[in-house]
C-alpha cells in the first residue's frame, strides 16, 4: 500500500458550484489523488494523495490550470490565525462587490433614466464591463481556453452578447432597419445584469460571513494576555509566551488565558461558550479549567497545562473549521448536476433562440435575443451551491455554543437519522466514579483479618485501570491499609484481575471469573442479591482460593440522565443502555434512569457485535461512549458520539464529541441534526425549483398562452435572490431553538 498525505490548499476565484465541481475534477483527474473534495464557502481544496506520485506544487499547478487562483497554505499558521485571515479576505470581498455594484448600479440608472445618445451609452458599458465586471470575463475566459464552463460563462456570454448586438445596432443600424427592425440597443441592461448579479454576489459574501459567526465568536474567547507568576512577582505577559507549567493568576470577572489545573484559591467558572452548560461549574484545587472561559466572584491560581495549538480552545476551532469543510452526502446530487449544468444552459439558450427566431414572427430577432439571455442569466447555480455548506456551516457553529461538535456533514446528515441510541454504563449513565458503599465478608474473623485480605485484593488492584478497582485502592486507603506490590498481575478484560500479592494467590472481579478459577460464590448469594437490588456493581475477592469478600460498588447515575433519557424517547428513539456489568445491577440502573432495554454481562469485544447485531436488523444505531474504552463501538455504529474528556478533543473517537459530560448533549445533537436535514432539503429543493421554473418562463414559454416574458434584467435580480434566500434560510438556523 503506498502512502497517503492530505493537504489543504486555499482556492481562490471560486463563485458557484460549477467552479467548485471543475477544480474538484481537475484535482480528481490528477495522477496519484485518491481522494479530492473542494469546499465553495471555505474557499479550499482538500486533497488526499500518494507522495511518491503527486506533489503540493503539482496539485496547486492543476488548480491554476482550471483558471482559479491557489497557493500553498501557511502551515504555520494556527486555526484562529487562520480564520482571522479569512475573515480579513471575506470582508475585502464584500467591500469590493459592494463597490462595485454601487457604481455599476448607479452608471445603469443613469443609462436608463436619462437615456443618453447610444454612444454614450455604450461608453458607460464599456466602463462597467471592463472595471466591475472584468473577473466575469477573465475567469469565464480561462474557463473556456480549458474546455470548462461556469457560472462566469453565462454572465459574461449573456451580456457579451448583449454588448455586441448593441454595439451593431449603435454603428451600423442600417442593418436592422433594411430588414424592418428598429436598431433597439440593450447597453443600459448590461450595465444592470451586472451591477445586480455583482449585488447578489456583495449580499451572499456578507451572508456567508454570518454562517461563520459562532468559529469567530469562539476565536474571540481567547485572551491576549495572561497574569503569570515569574521571578516571584506578577507580570502581565502576551498569552504566547506562556509555558505549561507556569502559574496563571485569576482575578474575579478574568477571561482565563489558557487551560491548567487550579492550585490554589476557589470560585466558579462560566464554561457555557465551550460547553453549553449554563451553570458556573465550581472549580477548587486539582480542578481542570479550560482557556477562554470567564472566572465568576473568586480567585484563583492554575498551573498552564495545555497552551497554542494544543489548548482545548484551539482544538475545538480546529475541528469545527474541519468541520464546516466538508460536505453531506445529500450534496452529491447538486454536484453532479452543477458539472453538466453550464453546457445544458447553453445549450437551452441557443435553442430558446432559434425557437424565437423561427417560430415568432414580428421583430422576432430582438425576441430571440432577450430570450436566450434572460435563460443564460436565470440559471446560474450559484443557490444550489450554497444550499448544503451554508447548512453545515451554521449547524456545526450552532451545534458547538451548545457544546455539541460535530464532525462534518456526513455526521449531521446520519445522525438526523438515527433510530437506536446505545449508551454505554459506566461514566454515560453513571458519574463513572464508582466508590466502595459496602463490604460483605464470607467468614467471620477478626477485623485485623478482613482488613490484610482487603489490604492483598487492593494490592492487585492498584495495577488495574479499571474504574472499579481505583474505587476498591481509594476505599482501602481510607482505611489505612499499606498496600504491597503484587509479584504478579493479570487482567481479564471484562472480568477482573488476578495474580499474586505477598505470596498469595488473589482473584478479584465478577461471578464469571470466580466461575473461571473454581471458587464458588454461594456463601455470599444474599449479599450479591441485596447489592444488585441496590443498583449496586458486586465484586467478589478471594485470595487463596477461597472466597472472601463482596464489595457492594455504588455509581450513582449522573443527574441529568433521567431527564436527558426521556427526550432521547420523546423524539421517537429506542434507547439501549450496554453494560458488562450483571442483568440484576444492570436493569436496577436503567429502571432509575428510565432506559427500556438493557443488554448486560458483554465483554467488551462483545459492545462491537451487539451494535452490529442491531445494525443487521436494519436500524440507524448511535452509540455513546467515553470515547476511549468504547472506541471500536463508537467506530462500528453509523454514528459514535463521545463524552468528551474534555482534553483531547481532536483524538477523540466518534462521529459527534459532547464537550459536556451529560446525555442532554445527545438529545441537542439529535434534534439540531434532524433541523439541518430539514434545512437543507428546502435549500436544495428551492435552488431546483428555481431553475425548474425560471428557465422556461425566461426561455418564454408562457409567452404564447399569457404573453408573459421575462426581462434579462429581472431574470438577473431574481438570480440574485435565490442565492441570498438560501444562504438566509441556512442563517435561521442560528436561532433554532433546542433546548
Ligand atoms: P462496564 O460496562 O461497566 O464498562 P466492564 O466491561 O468494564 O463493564 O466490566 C464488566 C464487569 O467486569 C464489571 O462490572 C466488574 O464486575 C468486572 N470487572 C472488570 N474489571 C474489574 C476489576 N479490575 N476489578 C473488579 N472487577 C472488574
Ligand atoms: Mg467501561
Given at each position: 500500500m503506498s502512502a497517503s498525505s492530505t493537504v489543504r490548499i486555499p482556492v481562490s476565484g471560486m463563485t458557484c458550484a460549477a467552479c467548485q465541481a471543475r477544480v474538484q475534477r481537475a484535482l480528481q483527474k490528477q495522477p496519484g489523488v485518491s481522494d479530492a473534495t473542494v469546499n465553495l464557502m471555505m474557499k479550499s481544496a482538500t486533497v488526499a494523495f500518494d507522495p511518491a506520485v503527486a506533489s503540493t506544487d503539482a496539485l496547486i499547478a492543476a488548480i491554476r490550470a482550471t483558471g482559479y487562483g491557489a497557493e500553498r497554505a501557511a502551515d504555520d499558521q494556527s486555526a484562529l490565525e487562520e480564520q482571522e485571515a479569512r475573515d480579513r479576505a471575506d470582508a475585502d470581498e464584500f467591500a469590493d462587490f459592494r463597490r462595485k455594484a454601487i457604481v455599476s448600479g448607479v452608471l445603469g440608472a443613469v443609462a436608463m433614466l436619462l437615456?443618453?445618445?447610444?454612444?454614450?451609452?455604450?461608453?458607460?458599458?464599456?466602463?462597467?464591463?471592463?472595471?466591475?465586471?472584468?473577473?466575469?470575463?477573465?475567469?469565464?475566459?480561462?474557463?473556456?481556453?480549458?474546455?470548462?464552463?461556469?457560472?462566469?460563462?453565462?454572465?459574461?456570454?449573456?451580456?457579451?452578447?448583449?454588448?455586441?448586438?448593441?454595439?451593431?445596432?449603435?454603428?451600423?443600424?442600417?442593418?436592422?432597419?433594411?430588414?424592418?427592425?428598429?436598431?433597439?440597443?440593450?447597453?443600459?441592461?448590461?450595465?444592470?445584469?451586472?451591477?445586480?448579479?455583482?449585488?447578489?454576489?456583495?449580499?451572499?459574501?456578507?451572508?456567508?460571513?454570518?454562517?461563520?459567526?459562532?468559529?469567530?465568536?469562539?476565536?474571540?474567547?481567547?485572551?491576549?494576555?495572561?497574569?503569570?507568576?515569574?521571578?516571584?512577582?506578577?507580570?502581565?505577559?502576551?498569552?504566547?509566551?506562556?509555558?505549561?507549567?507556569?502559574?496563571?493568576?485569576?482575578?474575579?470577572?478574568?477571561?482565563?488565558?489558557?487551560?491548567?489545573?487550579?492550585?490554589?484559591?476557589?470560585?466558579?467558572?462560566?464554561?457555557?461558550?465551550?460547553?453549553?452548560?449554563?451553570?458556573?461549574?465550581?472549580?477548587?484545587?486539582?480542578?481542570?479549567?479550560?482557556?477562554?472561559?470567564?472566572?465568576?466572584?473568586?480567585?484563583?491560581?492554575?498551573?498552564?497545562?495545555?497552551?497554542?495549538?494544543?489548548?482545548?480552545?484551539?482544538?475545538?476551532?480546529?475541528?469545527?473549521?474541519?468541520?464546516?469543510?466538508?460536505?453531506?452526502?445529500?450534496?452529491?446530487?447538486?454536484?453532479?448536476?452543477?458539472?453538466?449544468?453550464?453546457?445544458?444552459?447553453?445549450?437551452?439558450?441557443?435553442?430558446?433562440?432559434?425557437?424565437?427566431?423561427?417560430?415568432?414572427?414580428?421583430?422576432?430577432?430582438?425576441?430571440?435575443?432577450?430570450?436566450?439571455?434572460?435563460?443564460?442569466?436565470?440559471?446560474?447555480?450559484?443557490?444550489?451551491?450554497?444550499?448544503?455548506?451554508?447548512?453545515?456551516?451554521?449547524?456545526?457553529?450552532?451545534?458547538?455554543?451548545?457544546?455539541?461538535?460535530?464532525?462534518?456533514?456526513?455526521?449531521?446528515?446520519?445522525?438526523?437519522?438515527?433510530?437506536?441510541?446505545?449508551?454505554?454504563?459506566?461514566?454515560?449513565?453513571?458519574?463513572?466514579?464508582?466508590?466502595?458503599?459496602?463490604?460483605?465478608?464470607?467468614?467471620?474473623?477478626?477485623?485485623?483479618?478482613?482488613?490484610?485480605?482487603?489490604?492483598?485484593?487492593?494490592?492487585?488492584?492498584?495495577?488495574?485501570?479499571?474504574?472499579?478497582?481505583?474505587?476498591?485502592?481509594?476505599?482501602?486507603?481510607?482505611?489505612?491499609?499499606?498496600?504491597?506490590?503484587?509479584?504478579?498481575?493479570?487482567?481479564?478484560?471484562?472480568?477482573?484481575?488476578?495474580?499474586?500479592?505477598?505470596?498469595?494467590?488473589?482473584?478479584?472481579?465478577?461471578?464469571?471469573?470466580?466461575?473461571?478459577?473454581?471458587?464458588?460464590?454461594?456463601?455470599?448469594?444474599?449479599?450479591?442479591?441485596?447489592?444488585?437490588?441496590?443498583?449496586?456493581?458486586?465484586?467478589?475477592?478471594?485470595v487463596d482460593g477461597a472466597l472472601v469478600a463482596l464489595l457492594a460498588i455504588a455509581d450513582p447515575i449522573k443527574p441529568s440522565s433521567r431527564a436527558a433519557i426521556a427526550r432521547l424517547r420523546a423524539l421517537g428513539l429506542d434507547v439501549v443502555m450496554l453494560t458488562g456489568d450483571t442483568e440484576r445491577t444492570a436493569r436496577a440502573i436503567a429502571d432509575a434512569a428510565g432506559i427500556p432495554r438493557v443488554v448486560a454481562g458483554v465483554l467488551p469485544e462483545g459492545k462491537v457485535a451487539e451494535i452490529k447485531r442491531l445494525q443487521a436488523e436494519g436500524t440507524i444505531v448511535a452509540m455513546v461512549g467515553d470515547g476511549i474504552n468504547d472506541a471500536p463501538a463508537l467506530a462500528q455504529a453509523n454514528v459514535g458520539i463521545a463524552i468528551g474528556t474534555g482534553t483531547d478533543i481532536a483524538a477523540e473517537a466518534g462521529d459527534v464529541v459532547l464537550m459536556r459530560g451529560d446525555l442532554m448533549g445527545v438529545a441537542q445533537a439529535v434534534e439540531l441534526a434532524r433541523r439541518t436535514m430539514r434545512t437543507m432539503r428546502q435549500n436544495l429543493f428551492w435552488a431546483f425549483i428555481y431553475n425548474v421554473i425560471g428557465i422556461p418562463v425566461a426561455a418564454g414559454v408562457l409567452y404564447p398562452a399569457f404573453g408573459l416574458l421575462l426581462s434579462p434584467v429581472i431574470a438577473s435580480a431574481a438570480m440574485a435572490f435565490s442565492s441570498v434566500s438560501v444562504v438566509t434560510n441556512s442563517l435561521r438556523l442560528r436561532s433554532a431553538r433546542i433546548a
Amino acid at each position: 500500500m503506498s502512502a497517503s498525505s492530505t493537504v489543504r490548499i486555499p482556492v481562490s476565484g471560486m463563485t458557484c458550484a460549477a467552479c467548485q465541481a471543475r477544480v474538484q475534477r481537475a484535482l480528481q483527474k490528477q495522477p496519484g489523488v485518491s481522494d479530492a473534495t473542494v469546499n465553495l464557502m471555505m474557499k479550499s481544496a482538500t486533497v488526499a494523495f500518494d507522495p511518491a506520485v503527486a506533489s503540493t506544487d503539482a496539485l496547486i499547478a492543476a488548480i491554476r490550470a482550471t483558471g482559479y487562483g491557489a497557493e500553498r497554505a501557511a502551515d504555520d499558521q494556527s486555526a484562529l490565525e487562520e480564520q482571522e485571515a479569512r475573515d480579513r479576505a471575506d470582508a475585502d470581498e464584500f467591500a469590493d462587490f459592494r463597490r462595485k455594484a454601487i457604481v455599476s448600479g448607479v452608471l445603469g440608472a443613469v443609462a436608463m433614466l436619462l437615456m443618453p445618445p447610444p454612444w454614450v451609452q455604450a461608453v458607460l458599458a464599456i466602463v462597467v464591463m471592463a472595471w466591475a465586471g472584468r473577473d466575469f470575463y477573465v475567469r469565464a475566459w480561462s474557463a473556456a481556453r480549458h474546455g470548462g464552463a461556469d457560472m462566469n460563462t453565462l454572465v459574461a456570454v449573456g451580456t457579451g452578447a448583449a454588448f455586441l448586438y448593441s454595439m451593431v445596432a449603435t454603428a451600423a443600424p442600417h442593418l436592422f432597419t433594411t430588414s424592418g427592425l428598429a436598431p433597439d440597443v440593450y447597453f443600459e441592461a448590461v450595465i444592470i445584469i451586472i451591477a445586480l448579479v455583482l449585488t447578489g454576489h456583495a449580499f451572499e459574501a456578507r451572508a456567508k460571513r454570518n454562517t461563520a459567526s459562532a468559529l469567530r465568536a469562539l476565536i474571540h474567547l481567547q485572551p491576549h494576555t495572561a497574569r503569570v507568576e515569574r521571578f516571584g512577582s506578577e507580570v502581565e505577559a502576551p498569552v504566547d509566551t506562556v509555558e505549561p507549567g507556569e502559574i496563571v493568576i485569576v482575578r474575579p470577572g478574568e477571561r482565563l488565558p489558557v487551560d491548567g489545573e487550579v492550585t490554589s484559591g476557589e470560585s466558579a467558572v462560566d464554561e457555557s461558550m465551550l460547553t453549553g452548560e449554563s451553570v458556573p461549574v465550581a472549580k477548587a484545587p486539582g480542578d481542570r479549567v479550560i482557556g477562554g472561559t470567564i472566572n465568576r466572584a473568586g480567585a484563583f491560581r492554575y498551573r498552564a497545562t495545555t497552551v497554542g495549538a494544543a489548548s482545548v480552545l484551539a482544538q475545538v476551532v480546529r475541528l469545527m473549521r474541519d468541520a464546516q469543510g466538508t460536505r453531506a452526502p445529500i450534496q452529491r446530487l447538486a454536484d453532479q448536476i452543477s458539472g453538466v449544468f453550464v453546457p445544458v444552459v447553453i445549450a437551452l439558450s441557443a435553442i430558446t433562440f432559434l425557437a424565437w427566431y423561427l417560430l415568432a414572427g414580428d421583430a422576432s430577432l430582438m425576441r430571440a435575443f432577450a430570450a436566450a439571455v434572460a435563460v443564460l442569466i436565470i440559471a446560474c447555480p450559484c443557490a444550489m451551491g450554497l444550499a448544503v455548506p451554508t447548512a453545515v456551516m451554521v449547524a456545526t457553529g450552532k451545534g458547538a455554543e451548545l457544546g455539541v461538535l460535530f464532525k462534518g456533514g456526513e455526521a449531521l446528515q446520519v445522525a438526523a437519522g438515527i433510530q437506536v441510541v446505545v449508551l454505554d454504563k459506566t461514566g454515560t449513565v453513571t458519574e463513572g466514579h464508582p466508590s466502595v458503599v459496602d463490604v460483605a465478608y464470607a467468614s467471620t474473623a477478626a477485623s485485623s483479618v478482613h482488613d490484610e485480605r482487603l489490604a492483598l485484593v487492593a494490592a492487585l488492584e492498584a495495577s488495574s485501570e479499571h474504574p472499579l478497582a481505583e474505587s476498591i485502592v481509594a476505599y482501602a486507603a481510607a482505611r489505612g491499609l499499606t498496600v504491597a506490590r503484587p509479584s504478579a498481575f493479570v487482567s481479564h478484560t471484562g472480568l477482573g484481575a488476578s495474580g499474586v500479592v505477598d505470596g498469595h494467590a488473589v482473584v478479584v472481579g465478577n461471578a464469571a471469573l470466580m466461575a473461571e478459577h473454581d471458587i464458588s460464590v454461594a456463601p455470599l448469594a444474599d449479599a450479591a442479591e441485596r447489592a444488585a437490588a441496590a443498583a449496586r456493581t458486586a465484586v467478589y475477592a478471594a485470595v487463596d482460593g477461597a472466597l472472601v469478600a463482596l464489595l457492594a460498588i455504588a455509581d450513582p447515575i449522573k443527574p441529568s440522565s433521567r431527564a436527558a433519557i426521556a427526550r432521547l424517547r420523546a423524539l421517537g428513539l429506542d434507547v439501549v443502555m450496554l453494560t458488562g456489568d450483571t442483568e440484576r445491577t444492570a436493569r436496577a440502573i436503567a429502571d432509575a434512569a428510565g432506559i427500556p432495554r438493557v443488554v448486560a454481562g458483554v465483554l467488551p469485544e462483545g459492545k462491537v457485535a451487539e451494535i452490529k447485531r442491531l445494525q443487521a436488523e436494519g436500524t440507524i444505531v448511535a452509540m455513546v461512549g467515553d470515547g476511549i474504552n468504547d472506541a471500536p463501538a463508537l467506530a462500528q455504529a453509523n454514528v459514535g458520539i463521545a463524552i468528551g474528556t474534555g482534553t483531547d478533543i481532536a483524538a477523540e473517537a466518534g462521529d459527534v464529541v459532547l464537550m459536556r459530560g451529560d446525555l442532554m448533549g445527545v438529545a441537542q445533537a439529535v434534534e439540531l441534526a434532524r433541523r439541518t436535514m430539514r434545512t437543507m432539503r428546502q435549500n436544495l429543493f428551492w435552488a431546483f425549483i428555481y431553475n425548474v421554473i425560471g428557465i422556461p418562463v425566461a426561455a418564454g414559454v408562457l409567452y404564447p398562452a399569457f404573453g408573459l416574458l421575462l426581462s434579462p434584467v429581472i431574470a438577473s435580480a431574481a438570480m440574485a435572490f435565490s442565492s441570498v434566500s438560501v444562504v438566509t434560510n441556512s442563517l435561521r438556523l442560528r436561532s433554532a431553538r433546542i433546548a
